[in-house]
């Protein structure tokens, strides 16, 4: 079983780790187009801070955030595990697990892949250093990072995804850097977490981002510490029901295209 995750925007900032080996992480065949973004962020970090800013989405008040991009080859690293930040990390906490329960952590390391802007995806164990790229950015010179990333991930993605169940926790940004293949979308689970609250009287659904960030984060610890390996969207839906989430399967519209899990929240303890 696969289970697949956005990045967050957030990272930490420090590092003891030596310089990124682009072939050293996961997917080696990826170091390619890896490289060729890290030269890419340096040479725009490096020249007008608000081309800079403006081509990668960011705000003047994130100025200090181009610094990161500046020295990409040569900066310190951290694992991906405790590189991201942020509400779904936070509630993931893989540095936890890797502490207090390193069996579950074995199992992120086998079972978690997290999408990037810059690398690609990511095992948890990966040395990265900070960066600034959203997998939604278009670079003057690589074009839009998405569709760069389309072309490499899904011949590097083919095996891994041969069989077993995935569980697509992604975002809209992410999910179109690799694009669930038909013959694999009947083993494929896309969960989305819906806020359910009621508005005169009336139940009303709707994505919140810090529900569904933190839920997803839950969700995906909950997955790892209970060793859930469901072979099928219909037990995957069983089994996180099991776990104490709400949830609602609805199957594919049309064949080709993933199931659809709504884990349905009121609250985030």
């Given at each position: 079983?696969?289970?697949?995750?956005?990045?967050?925007?957030?990272?930490?900032?420090?590092?003891?780790?030596?310089?990124?080996?682009?072939?050293?992480?996961?997917?080696?065949?990826?170091?390619?187009?890896?490289?060729?973004?890290?030269?890419?962020?340096?040479?725009?970090?490096?020249?007008?801070?608000a081309?800079?800013?403006?081509?990668?989405?960011?705000?003047p008040?994130q100025a200090?955030?181009?610094?990161?991009n500046?020295?990409l080859a040569?900066?310190?690293t951290?694992?991906?595990?405790?590189?991201?930040?942020g509400?779904?990390?936070?509630?993931?906490?893989?540095?936890?697990?890797?502490?207090?329960?390193?069996?579950?952590?074995?199992?992120?390391?086998?079972?978690?892949?997290?999408?990037?802007?810059?690398?690609?995806?990511?095992?948890?164990?990966?040395?990265?250093?900070?960066?600034?790229?959203?997998?939604?950015?278009?670079?003057?010179?690589?074009?839009?990072?998405?569709?760069?990333w389309?072309?490499?991930?899904?011949p590097?993605?083919a095996?891994v995804?041969a069989?077993?169940l995935?569980?697509?926790?992604r975002?809209s940004?992410?999910a179109?850097m690799?694009?669930?293949?038909?013959?694999?979308?009947?083993?494929?689970?896309?969960?989305r977490?819906?806020?359910?609250?009621?508005?005169?009287g009336?139940p009303?659904?709707?994505v919140?981002s810090h529900?569904?960030?933190?839920?997803?984060?839950?969700?995906?610890r909950?997955?790892?510490?209970?060793?859930?390996?469901?072979?099928?969207?219909?037990?995957?839906?069983e089994?996180?029901?099991?776990?104490?989430?709400?949830?609602?399967?609805?199957?594919?519209?049309?064949?080709?295209?993933?199931?659809?899990i709504d884990?349905?929240?009121?609250?985030?303890?």
């Amino acid at each position: 079983m696969l289970i697949l995750l956005p990045p967050s925007e957030g990272k930490a900032a420090h590092g003891a780790g030596p310089a990124v080996d682009p072939a050293a992480l996961a997917f080696p065949e990826l170091a390619k187009t890896r490289k060729a973004l890290m030269a890419e962020l340096g040479r725009l970090a490096k020249g007008r801070a608000a081309t800079a800013l403006t081509v990668l989405g960011l705000s003047p008040n994130q100025a200090g955030e181009l610094a990161a991009n500046r020295d990409l080859a040569g900066a310190p690293t951290l694992a991906a595990a405790d590189r991201y930040t942020g509400v779904l990390y936070d509630n993931l906490d893989l540095p936890g697990l890797r502490t207090d329960d390193p069996t579950a952590y074995a199992r992120a390391e086998e079972r978690i892949l997290t999408f990037s802007g810059l690398w690609g995806v990511v095992r948890p164990s990966d040395a990265i250093p900070a960066y600034r790229l959203s997998g939604g950015v278009t670079l003057p010179k690589a074009g839009p990072v998405a569709k760069l990333w389309r072309q490499a991930l899904t011949p590097a993605l083919a095996p891994v995804v041969a069989s077993g169940l995935v569980v697509d926790l992604r975002s809209s940004t992410y999910a179109a850097m690799w694009r669930v293949p038909a013959d694999v979308a009947e083993r494929t689970a896309t969960v989305r977490v819906l806020h359910e609250r009621l508005v005169g009287g009336v139940p009303k659904r709707s994505v919140v981002s810090h529900f569904n960030k933190a839920t997803k984060g839950r969700l995906a610890r909950a997955l790892l510490v209970g060793d859930v390996v469901a072979g099928t969207p219909k037990e995957l839906a069983e089994a996180v029901r099991d776990l104490g989430f709400r949830t609602e399967i609805t199957a594919p519209a049309k064949p080709g295209t993933a199931w659809t899990i709504d884990v349905v929240v009121d609250s985030v303890v």
